[in-house]
């Protein structure tokens, strides 16, 4: 029960502290997290955990549907769809820090772009 305090002869006041503790301490442990992986955050915390990456724009609704596979199993992802080489979309993916990135290619779209080994 809270305590009642005297301000004056007859006034009773009582009192409220409020406490940032646990806000705190969730802000300690993501600076903690940050600093711990330099800035590249775990799988589980990133915002998008995987990019999506076609090789070409024949390859775009195969991998729509590959991205609808991993919003179903529960996993954040976004496709890039962005008109430069796959390998800079790689780049820049890696840069951006998404920890997983999936390439989705026909074999006769790997052949046709020069990625046959």
């Not at 993501?30 to 090789?55: K, S």
């Not at 179903?72 to 951006?96: K, M, P, W, Y």
């Amino acid at each position: 029960m809270p305590k009642l305090w005297r301000r004056l002869a007859y006034e009773c006041v009582r009192l409220l502290f409020i406490k940032r503790c646990s806000l705190g301490s969730i802000e300690r442990f993501v600076a903690i997290l940050l600093e711990h992986h330099r800035g590249n955050l775990p799988f589980w915390v990133v915002p998008e955990q995987i990019v999506v990456a076609p090789v070409s724009v024949d390859q775009l609704e195969y991998a729509r549907a590959a991205a609808e596979i991993f919003h179903a199993a529960g996993l954040r992802c976004i496709i890039d769809e962005a008109n430069e080489t796959l390998s800079r979309r790689i780049v820049a993916a890696h840069d951006q820090g998404h920890p997983d990135i999936c390439n989705c290619w026909t074999e006769r779209g790997v052949r046709r772009h020069g990625y046959d080994s």
